[in-house]
């Protein structure tokens, strides 16, 4: 059964501190979506990845918020440092052609 | 820029009541619609996918219909059950990029 995999499923860490989430997509997947949700904005897309290269971060704030895919198996996004405005959801999706698979996502709370 | 509708935003109706959820978008030229479903808490389940060369996609009792030239999708879901409670969401491809645009959903409650 495959499906993607998000670390950790929840984490609380204090104003200033930095905050890493991992997720690992579908196997033989090669696009990766990060997205953050909000019960005010919803959805929104923040960055993506096709065969482990940047193709849009413009969601993204670039002062404070990074990812990357260190390997086929691995996408990272960072946030350095936090801010109580970054209290979400953030989930990570995998796609093979057009279909998006999201995972369980990461529920961030910044104090 | 694609804009994506849902309405109504809430919607409960006794078990037993086919369902009918309704999608709309502004940008016509799309390549695919995608229904998902998500419980509260929980990420999201994709449901179905039409590509814009079909007219109709089912899956149990599941039917979704797309009518790209009026910009509209619309998710039948037939003799509810209490296990159906969720919420809805369609999302459409930002043109022809990999980028979804998604609705802020349709909350169903399904009464036993």
């Known amino acids: 059964d495959a499906r993607v995999t998000q670390t950790p499923r929840h984490k609380v860490t204090e104003m200033g501190q930095e905050v890493t989430m991992r997720c690992q997509p579908i196997?033989?997947?090669?696009?990766v979506f990060w997205y953050r949700q909000t019960m005010m904005q919803g959805l929104e897309l923040l960055a993506y990845f096709r065969n482990r290269a940047p193709l849009d971060d413009s969601g993204m704030p670039k002062d404070r918020f990074s990812a990357e895919m260190p390997d086929a198996t691995l996408a990272t996004l960072k946030i350095q440092p936090s801010e109580p405005r970054d209290s979400a959801v953030y989930f990570c999706?995998?796609?093979?052609?057009?279909?998006?698979?999201f995972g369980p996502g990461t529920r961030l709370t910044v104090l | 820029k694609q804009e994506v509708t849902q309405i109504p935003a809430a919607l409960s109706v006794p078990e037993g009541e086919n369902l009918v959820l309704n999608c709309s978008f502004t940008?016509?030229?799309?390549?695919?619609l995608q229904w998902f479903r998500q419980d509260p808490g929980k990420g999201l389940t994709s449901l179905l996918l039409?590509?814009?060369?079909?007219r109709e996609q089912t899956s149990g009792r599941l039917n979704a219909s797309l009518d790209k030239s009026s910009g509209r999708s619309t998710l039948y879901i037939a003799a509810s059950q209490p296990g159906d409670s969720a919420t809805y969401l369609c999302?459409?491809?930002?043109?022809?990029?990999?980028?979804?645009?998604f609705g802020a959903g349709t909350t169903v409650t399904v009464r036993a």
């Open positions: 039409i590509q814009s060369s079909q």
């Open positions: 999706a995998s796609s093979e052609y057009n279909e998006q698979f």
């Open positions: 940008d016509s030229a799309i390549y695919n």
């Open positions: 999302a459409v491809p930002i043109s022809n990029d990999y980028k979804l645009s």
């Open positions: 196997l033989g997947h090669n696009t």
